[in-house]
């Protein structure tokens, strides 16, 4: 059955700053540990997502603190809701090799990269550029160890209120979220896929590939 992949979902061993001795993570474990998002970023119509959760019970993503002790002064990482999060990736950082704090338990965080698609413009999308950016994503997989197949898209929406895409060809197929906010849509869903076009009822929150 096919599943959405959490590309790269690295666990991470951040230390947790205590009381008295702050335990730290070299800020060049962390940047190598991200190297797909470098890998991602030479595919024009791919984005990388990176993405943070805990595993210690009841801590929400926006509960977590990561901070970059550089030289240069305290840089802080903050955490989405969704857990999303942008680490600086520098060269010059990862020279300096600073120590990277966070205020969970060592060992309980997990760091993630996805690819995902560059957003449409506006709300409705071509499936040639849809395409397109698969392509990339084909590529991008093949080389994944072990590699994937990508069998089309998953949309997510924000979770708690409706959201729908519909598919238009010569006739309209209408996708409902579930109640997660995410709609899948194959590549086989598609017989015309020079003409074929996506219509969102509102912004999606990003666009992955589905993989299996």
């Known amino acids: 059955m ?4 959490i590309g790269w979902m690295l666990r991470v061993p951040l230390a947790a700053a205590a009381a008295g001795a702050a335990a730290t993570t070299p800020y060049a474990a962390l940047y190598d540990a991200l190297a797909p998002a470098r890998s991602i970023a030479a595919y024009d119509r791919l984005i ?4 943070v959760g805990s595993s210690a019970p009841g801590v929400r993503p926006e509960d977590i603190r990561i901070t970059i002790r550089a030289k240069s002064g305290a840089i802080e990482v903050p955490v989405a809701a969704d857990g999303g999060l942008e680490f ?3 060269e010059a950082l990862r020279a300096e090799n ?5 205020n969970q338990p060592k060992g309980s ?3 993630g990269v996805n690819a995902a698609l560059r957003p449409p413009h506006g709300l409705v999308a071509p499936w ?13 997989y093949a080389s994944a160890s072990p590699p994937h197949t ?9 979770p708690g209120a409706p959201a729908t895409l519909t598919l238009g060809e010569r006739s309209e197929r209408l996708f409902a979220a579930d109640a997660d906010g995410r709609v899948i849509v194959l590549r086989d869903d598609v017989v015309d896929a020079e003409h074929a076009t996506l219509a ?5 929150l990003r666009i992955l590939p589905y993989v299996e």
């Open 150 to 158: 990508v069998r089309g898209i998953e949309v997510r929406f924000a």
């Open 2 to 5: 096919a599943a959405a992949l």
């Open 109 to 111: 965080l997990a760091l």
């Open 128 to 140: 040639r550029e849809i395409a397109a950016a698969l392509k990339q994503a084909d590529a991008l």
């Open 48 to 51: 990388a997502i990176e993405h």
């Open 88 to 90: 600086p990736l520098s």
């Open 200 to 204: 969102f009822s509102r912004p999606p």
């Open 98 to 102: 600073p120590p990277v704090e966070t």
